[in-house]
Each structure stands twice: as C-alpha cells, then as structure tokens.
C-alpha cells in the first residue's frame, strides 16, 4: 500500500472555547487546511513548527518519542486541537515537529474520528458502518 494522504482542517482548541463565551469572535478562531499523512502507525498527531506558528496551539508538555529509524528525540506537545474530516470531528493534542517536516495524523485522532484507510483506493473514509456519526469503543 502506499502513502496516503487527507484533507484536514486544524482548529485552535483555546479559541472555540473562547468563542463559546463570547470573549472572541468566530472571525477570530485560528484554523488551517492542511493536507496531512495518514499514519496509522504513529500514536499521536503531529504537526510542524509552522502549523504550530499559525495557530498558535498552547504548549502542554515535552515528551520524547521513538522515530521511524529508532532514535528518540524529544518533542513539545501543543493543544488542544479541533481536528476535522468531512462529518467528523476529534480533539487532542500534536507533537511538534521541528521545521516544515510533513504533519501526519496519528492513530488517536483517527479513532476518535471512527475512520480507515480504504487499502484499495489508498484514501481516508468515513467508517462505512457508521456514516453518520462516529462510534466509539469503550471495552
């Protein structure tokens, strides 16, 4: 299979909430498009130090990760993030990575969002036993 890749849209946590309680304005809410790498082997999302830059996501914590190669580097964590795909939704937080590396959508946001990667036309789809809304599980 090869690579796959999605249209995402990027939402600062921090500024929905804000916008809840009427302290901002909708026009005010950071987000950005961006056409990510669907990684089902990786964890967490990440995204790079410009999509950090545009929407200026809070700084959680360090963590430090295990990379494709083996070696473990140390990344900053940043968030909350609205993640959205057609008519799903998913909140988390990213890892940053440094530069304008590929961001890639992990394994997390992808269960929160109840999607798959169709193997066949290497493209990122709405769970089709669920198309209208996402199912979790909790066992």
Not at 35 to 60: H, P, R
Request: glycine residues 6%; aromatic residues 4%; hydrophobic residues 45%.
């Amino acid at each position: 299979m090869g690579l796959v890749y999605a249209d995402i849209t990027l939402i600062n946590g921090d500024d929905l909430a804000m916008a809840k309680r009427h302290i901002i304005g909708e026009e005010e809410i950071k987000k950005i498009e961006v056409k990510m790498m669907v990684d089902s082997g990786a964890y967490m999302m990440a995204i790079n130090e410009s999509i950090q830059a545009q929407l200026e996501l809070s700084f959680i914590e360090k963590r430090k990760a295990i990379m494709a190669d083996g070696s473990v580097q140390e990344y900053d964590v940043v968030g909350p993030i609205h993640v959205k795909f057609k008519n799903r939704t998913a909140i988390c937080s990213a890892m940053v990575l440094q530069g304008d590396n590929e961001p890639l959508l992990g394994a997390i946001p992808m269960e929160e969002m109840d999607v798959l990667i169709h193997p066949r036309r290497q493209e990122l789809i709405v769970n089709p036993e669920h198309p209208n809304y996402a199912q979790l599980s909790l066992k």
